[in-house]
């Protein structure tokens, strides 16, 4: 199977530093593995991309269900 363009491409990605030792964020997908340097923007393969976002979607999702349920009293 020949790679196409898209499964070469990279996407930049930035995570954030939470605290002065948080340095990296290790991240694994289909038995790849990669530790991605927080407090900078990286580019980063596609599978990767797509995990980091749907985590980043999930956590805003999630901190906006436990909000909504915080105004309800």
């Known amino acids: 199977m020949k790679n ?3 499964e070469n491409a ?5 995570i954030p530093k939470l605290s ?3 340095d990296s964020l290790f991240v694994a997908v289909n038995g790849k593995r ?3 340097k927080k407090g900078e ?7 990767f991309y ?3 976002e749907n985590s980043r ?3 805003l999702e999630a901190e906006q269900f436990i909000l909504s349920r915080s105004n309800e009293n």
């Open 4 to 6: 196409t363009k898209k």
């Open 10 to 14: 990279v996407y930049p990605v930035f």
């Open 20 to 22: 002065k030792n948080d």
């Open 34 to 36: 990669m530790l991605i």
């Open 41 to 47: 923007t990286v580019n980063v393969p596609l599978e």
């Open 50 to 52: 797509e995990v980091i």
């Open 57 to 59: 979607r999930q956590s």
